[in-house]
């Protein structure tokens, strides 16, 4: 089973950027794919970027597209989310996750991290 902790969130002005992190520990992955999610107050966890461990290749929502991406680092165990651009609707938890099945929804996702709150002013 892999752990994953997410960490890199804060408050920040629209416009901004932040830079989050998730470290994976335990049954760490070579050929997974790895996604980040958000979920706004009131409102259900949606994807946001994913990334293939092994190939490197990308999938973003389209909101974000141009603004965020996605990256890992392999001997860290690390996938990143660089977030430029930031708008108050981008406020939200961010969670990251290993995808286990075959989608993009949040019920093909699992081994959730805790979250980390970011928080984008106007």
């Known amino acids: 089973q892999v752990q994953l902790v997410e960490s890199g969130g804060g408050l920040v002005q629209a416009g901004g950027s932040l830079r989050l992190s998730c470290a994976a520990s335990?049954?760490?992955?070579?050929?997974?794919?790895m996604g980040w999610f958000r979920q706004a107050p009131g409102k259900e966890r949606e994807f946001v970027a994913a990334?293939?461990?092994?190939?490197?290749?990308?999938l973003y929502e389209d909101s974000v597209k141009g603004r965020f991406t996605i990256s890992r680092d392999n001997a860290k165990n690390t996938v990143y989310l660089q977030m430029n651009s930031l708008k108050p609707e981008d406020t939200a938890v961010y969670y990251c996750?290993?995808?286990?099945?075959?989608?993009?929804?949040?019920?093909?996702?699992?081994?959730w991290g805790q979250g980390t709150q970011v928080t984008v002013s106007s």
């Open positions: 990334i293939s461990w092994s190939t490197g290749s990308t």
């Open positions: 335990g049954r760490t992955f070579s050929n997974y794919v």
């Open positions: 996750a290993r995808r286990y099945g075959s989608g993009w929804s949040e019920s093909s996702f699992g081994s």
